[in-house]
């Protein structure tokens, strides 16, 4: 049935040796509800011959693409449904699951790739960050401490220097501070903080997310971008337990957002436990 192009089945050879050439095949067919599926499920078995349509869905946020999941009648079965304008999709419908949904394959897409060898989750990475896939920055962040080799390294110093892209560049000082890389790493996300010192830390996601193309803006940070960055940096300075941090939070608590004390003054009890 797979060859015969039936989703349903694409998908559950996924799960079963032998079935790779016919999915390999698949994964550069001209529909692009069965390459998809066919590129996900050969991802399963471990095979990079469909790295490229893997890439484009990865990368699928630029054309506005969402996923969500179709199951058989009983069940059993299901697929991936490739939904077109999603943004304006889940505007219409006040709606944000479907782009919540589509983040979470693509996320776990990554997770995947982090199965492959060194060298093929690298160029996928690569290619996250050179399309600037901000909402697939952090996580990619927390993959790459996590492997924490020679060439991660290199790479996170790189993206530290990166002119045009304040997102790619913090993410990138804050993950060589977690790995205690020697560098200005730890001053620039220090001087970034303290120009954060307004910013509400609390920020909920808005019930529609604006579409890619209203966030495609290099050196724009939306809110919630700058919120969960912020704290991500401030939890950093907590670990770290040191004179410098406790003054850093000291100085945020009386000079900052008023909103943001009482979970400042929280981090800060952390610190001195």
Not at 27 to 42: K, V
Not at 229 to 244: A, C, G, P, Q, R
């Amino acid at each position: 049935m797979a060859k015969e192009k039936d989703l349903f089945a694409i998908n559950l050879l996924g799960m079963h040796k032998g079935g790779e050439d016919v999915l390999a095949s698949l994964s550069s067919d001209l529909n692009r509800q069965i390459r998809f599926n066919a590129a996900i499920a050969l991802l399963k078995r471990r095979d990079i011959r469909g790295m490229p349509t893997i890439i484009e869905i990865l990368l699928s946020r630029r054309l506005d693409l969402g996923f969500a999941p179709t199951h058989s009648q009983g069940k059993s079965m299901m697929h991936w449904k490739v939904i077109p304008s999603a943004s304006a999709r889940a505007k219409k419908d006040e709606d944000n699951s479907i782009l919540g949904v589509s983040q979470a394959l693509r996320e776990q897409i990554l997770m995947d790739c982090l199965e492959l060898e060194h060298s093929h989750f690298m160029r996928v990475t690569k290619q996250v960050f050179a399309y600037n896939q901000r909402d697939l920055v952090p996580i990619l962040i927390h993959l790459l401490c996590n492997l924490n080799t020679d060439d991660v390294r290199a790479f996170l110093k790189e993206k530290s220097e990166e002119i045009g892209a304040p997102f790619i560049r913090q993410y990138a000082n804050l993950a060589l501070c977690q790995l205690k890389v020697d560098g200005p790493f730890e001053d620039r996300l220090i001087e970034w903080i303290k120009k954060q010192k307004d910013t509400d830390i609390i920020r909920f996601k808005p019930l529609v997310a604006k579409s890619s193309s209203e966030t495609s803006f290099s050196f724009q940070l939306t809110p919630q971008e700058n919120s969960a960055l912020l704290i991500e940096s401030l939890m950093m300075i907590v670990e770290k337990h040191d004179e410098s941090g406790i003054d850093l939070l000291l100085d945020v608590i009386r000079n900052g957002n008023e909103k943001n004390r009482a979970v400042i003054a929280g981090l800060l009890m952390k610190t001195l436990e």
